[in-house]
Nanobody
Framework: VQLQASGGGSVQAGESLKLSCATSGIIWSVFSSARMGWYRQAPGQQRELVAELTRGGSANYLESVKGRFTISKSNAKRAVWLQMNSLVPEDTAVYYC?????????WGQGTQVTVSS
């Protein structure tokens, strides 16, 4: 199973980005029942959970991104997205996608998001 994260970039505060996480090598039934997550890690800081879709389909968010970020997925495409609006400099980090499934716990390679004021 491979995860490919993309969509990062350098933006000004207030702008938006949409991160994508494409998967390969994972069957539909495993993907559709998995927990999905987007994490981020800023320099010198620990990796933190930004958003998740639980196995039951509930979305949970880091308090600081609530109302600005939206996580979504497509079982048909076996892909996960993170829509990020009203970005602030504190959102600057490397963002990682995660698929926690019955067949294993998988991570993408990370995509850099840089927000300047």
């Amino acid at each position: 199973v491979q995860l490919q994260a993309s969509g990062g970039g350098s933006v000004q505060a207030g702008e938006s980005l949409k991160l994508s996480c494409a998967t390969s090598g994972i069957i539909w039934s495993v993907f559709s029942s998995a927990r999905m997550g987007w994490y981020r890690q800023a320099p010198g800081q620990q990796r933190e959970l930004v958003a998740e879709l639980t196995r039951g389909g509930s979305a949970n968010y880091l308090e600081s991104v609530k109302g600005r970020f939206t996580i979504s997925k497509s079982n048909a495409k076996r892909a996960v997205w993170l829509q990020m609006n009203s970005l602030v400099p504190e959102d600057t980090a490397v963002y990682y996608c995660n698929v926690d499934s019955d067949s294993g716990d998988y991570w993408g390679q990370g995509t850099q998001v840089t927000v300047s004021s």
